[in-house]
């Protein structure tokens, strides 16, 4: 399962040393949110997912000009300890190696901006 976590930059360049991160809840494709939006695909289920956690993010940036920053994860289904409405609690610390990739948000902007793991590391620093 495609998951979603809003992510301060501080925590990410933590994550990216540690290679592990614990949290509680990520943003992810739970039935209730799946059955509320019945006329979308997994595709449509996703984007809607990235945009919310990418609301979210805006809330964690360093400043209002910086970007809010969110991780596509791979999940196990066994890793949910709870569903929520449009959230999981996670029964385990997360893996660096879950990570599929980096979206940054931008005030204003629907569209998040993409970034491939071998990138995160090297753009962190410029996402202050």
């Not at 949110?33 to 984007?47: K, M």
């Not at 090297?122 to 202050?128: A, P």
């Amino acid at each position: 399962m495609r998951a979603y976590l809003p992510i301060r930059q501080s925590d990410l360049s933590n994550f990216i040393v540690k290679r592990s991160f614990e949290i509680e809840r990520v943003f992810a494709p739970t039935k209730t949110f799946i059955e509320a939006n019945q006329d979308c695909d997994e595709e449509e289920i996703e984007y809607l997912l990235s945009v919310l956690a990418g609301e979210a993010a805006l809330e964690l940036r360093n400043s209002k000009t910086s970007p809010g920053i969110v991780l596509a994860i791979d999940l196990d289904d066994s890793v949910c300890a709870e569903s929520y409405e449009d959230s999981i609690a996670l029964a385990g610390v997360l893996a660096w190696d879950q990570v599929q990739c980096a979206l940054l948000s931008h005030e204003g902007e629907d569209e998040l901006v993409w970034f491939a793991t071998q990138e995160i590391s090297q753009e962190l620093d410029s996402w202050k």
